[in-house]
């Protein structure tokens, strides 16, 4: 019987990828492209996470299954009610494939997908770890720290932002930077004998609870203290290493939870770096319930984000540490699940490339503002490195692929660079479309004709009477506001430049062509040019430098020689045609994200989902 292996990278980039492959660095990859096909995907409009893995299980596009973002509101509920995050289940719009291979009678395996899976869109399958942005089992995000004698108290705070809403904190990711902590001489500890440094670690809490640690600076050993005993240290930081899992009951409600700490650097001063991972449940975190702990023992516990996005050595040896885990842990669960109770369809995803381009893209494009031939070498090494990570995780998963497996390696998107950022609310501010509070600097939806809501970052929304609780346009000048927005996005340049800032802006009854309509979804869909990033702009103006690279709402279709917009698919296989063919994309068209359902339904013999809006790129198949 033929079985179905899909390993989701995200954003891994298929210019990199050909270069590196060329390097012979991938040996697995070489085999697999050797023995199938390699080609582009068009991602869905906005090319971002939940987007388009949305797209490749349901063969619809966003307009169908919902999720132009990173999370769906109803224009129904008040901006204050919380949005349903892109892993929820509920009010999903599409049926999907997992769904239509369990109907078959399939067994289906889903790990850390990042769209609808949660409850658990199967009953008779498994799934491990769901979600990726915000899931239900993260009790901590993870933290950076500077701990030194010199540093003054500045209150509590999180290593990194506890839930940040901004659209370019959305898709990038809080900036590179350490928390800073006191230390002082201790005192008050059991068990000390000689002097030593102490600092108090609060680590914020999703629940909105603080859990306090303690640092011990001792001679040369660092460790972390759940009270202050010398000799009872929860664990030792080595150096350039990451510590074991400490399991620890977190908060008031004592919810047990798996983390661990790096020291990055320290010397005599005293002056120390280090880290914690994400603190992630140990129970609970699987359908059904009961696998999280047998996963838990045999194969390790669970994290869904990366400690620190790397920005000098000691931060990049724990970023690969962290995605080199993550990986092999993935390809671990896919092998005890098969051996303990079996799957016959295997989906899963892994951010690795995603988290590698944020900080790395624009700092190795030759044609970018900041390039350094220096800086250059050191992020492309970065990335490297990352792709060989990749390959060995490859070849774990791939023990489970026998002669009758199809083996799917996808990505949904890459990223090219983002030269320069545009912020769409300040435009909308500048032309009168938009009121912002002076005092807050949020959105005043009594007096604001439009609004735009965090992670969805293609669309602009009217403050429509009768349709918005808040609504101030009313509906006979619905299409005179529409015209405003479409004047002020198409006019809209970058004066250093002269560069126009969005390649498109359509009215949402004009979207079809994009693949956008619905009742929840933007008046006007807007996407950008190419080389433009988007969110908030230094200074408030709303066009300025670029801040990093950036994915999502530019023009899908956008590549550079060394990057692109556009995700990528390794397909081999029985059915599938061998010899690395590639599409000659140029002259006969895209594959695209909503393709691929259509394939692997084909391949595995089953009905497309009742939504699919994809086609079936024969071109792939080895009876074409």
């Not at 909308?428 to 807050?440: H, I, K, R, S, Y």
Request: charged share 20%; glycine share 10%.
């Amino acid at each position: 019987m033929t079985r179905f292996l899909h390993i989701g990278m995200d954003g891994m980039n298929l210019p990199l990828f050909k270069r590196f492959l060329g390097e012979g660095i991938l040996p697995t990859f070489e085999k697999l492209v050797a023995r199938g096909t390699l080609n582009r995907l068009l991602p869905s409009i906005a090319a971002w996470t939940p987007t388009n893995w949305a797209a490749q299980v349901t063969g619809a596009h966003p307009g169908t299954h919902g999720l132009g973002g990173w999370s769906r509101h109803h224009r129904r509920d008040p901006l204050t009610v919380p949005p349903i995050e892109s892993w929820e289940f509920r009010e999903w719009q599409a049926e999907t494939v997992w769904q239509v291979a369990e109907e078959a009678g399939y067994r289906v395996l889903i790990t850390n997908y990042p769209v609808a899976t949660w409850p658990s869109p199967v009953k008779n399958g498994y799934v491990v770890a769901p979600g990726f942005r915000y899931p239900p089992f993260v009790v901590t995000d993870p933290g950076l720290y500077y701990a030194s004698p010199a540093v003054q108290s500045r209150g509590a705070g999180a290593g990194r932002s506890q839930r940040s809403r901004t659209v370019d904190e959305v898709e990038e990711g809080a900036p590179p930077g350490a928390k800073p902590l006191p230390l002082r001489l201790a005192q008050g500890w059991q068990g000390l004998n000689g002097q030593a440094w102490e600092a108090e670690l609060s680590i914020p809490l999703k629940s909105g609870d603080q859990q306090t640690f303690y640092l011990l600076f001792y001679g040369a050993r660092l460790t972390i203290h759940a009270e202050k005993d010398v000799n009872r240290p929860l664990v030792l930081l080595p150096k350039g290493q990451w510590s074991p899992f400490v399991f620890y009951p977190f908060g008031p409600q004592g919810i047990e939870a798996s983390i661990r700490f790096r020291l990055l650097c320290a010397d005599s001063g005293p002056r120390i770096q280090f880290c914690h991972s994400q603190a992630y449940q140990v129970h609970g975190f699987t359908y059904p319930a009961g696998l999280a702990e047998e996963i838990v023992a045999n194969v390790g516990p669970f994290f869904t984000s990366f400690t620190a996005y790397p920005h000098d050595d000691p931060t990049l040896g724990a970023f690969l540490a962290d995605v080199s885990y993550q990986g092999h842990w993935e390809a671990r669960v896919a092998d005890y699940v098969n051996q303990k109770y079996g799957w016959d369809l295997h989906f899963c995803h892994w951010h690795i490339f995603d988290n590698i381009n944020h900080p790395t893209v624009n700092h190795i494009d030759p044609d970018g503002p900041d390039y350094d031939p220096e800086k250059a070498a050191w992020n492309l090494e970065a990335q490297r490195r990352c792709y060989v990570i990749a390959d060995e995780v490859l070849a774990e998963f791939l023990k489970l692929a026998d002669d009758d497996t199809v083996v799917m390696v996808v990505s949904d998107h890459a990223m090219p660079p983002a030269h320069r950022w545009a912020d769409i609310d300040a435009r909308l501010v500048e032309t009168g479309l938009m009121v912002m509070d002076p005092a807050t600097r949020k959105i005043d939806m009594s007096k604001s004709p439009t609004y735009t809501w965090p992670g969805r970052g293609a669309e602009i929304f009217i403050n429509l009477q009768g349709r918005e609780p808040t609504g101030v346009v009313p509906p006979e000048e619905y299409t005179e506001v529409q015209d405003r927005i479409l004047d002020a996005m198409l006019d809209w340049k970058d004066p250093a430049t002269g560069k126009r800032v969005m390649a498109l802006a359509l009215r949402l009854e004009d979207a079809q062509i994009i693949g956008y309509w619905g009742e929840d979804n933007g008046d006007v869909i807007c996407v950008f040019n190419h080389g433009m990033g988007w969110g908030a702009v230094d200074g408030g103006a709303s066009v300025g430098p670029g801040k990093g690279a950036l994915h999502g709402s530019q023009v899908p279709s956008y590549e550079t020689e060394m990057f692109t917009t556009m995700g990528m698919m390794v397909l081999a296989g029985p059915g599938v045609r061998q010899g690395g063919y590639e599409r000659d994309w140029r002259r006969w068209g895209l594959i695209r994200e909503i393709d691929v359902a259509s394939t692997i339904c084909h391949l595995m013999g089953l009905r497309p989902p009742r939504q699919n809006q994809g086609v079936l790129p024969y071109d792939l198949l080895a009876d074409r």
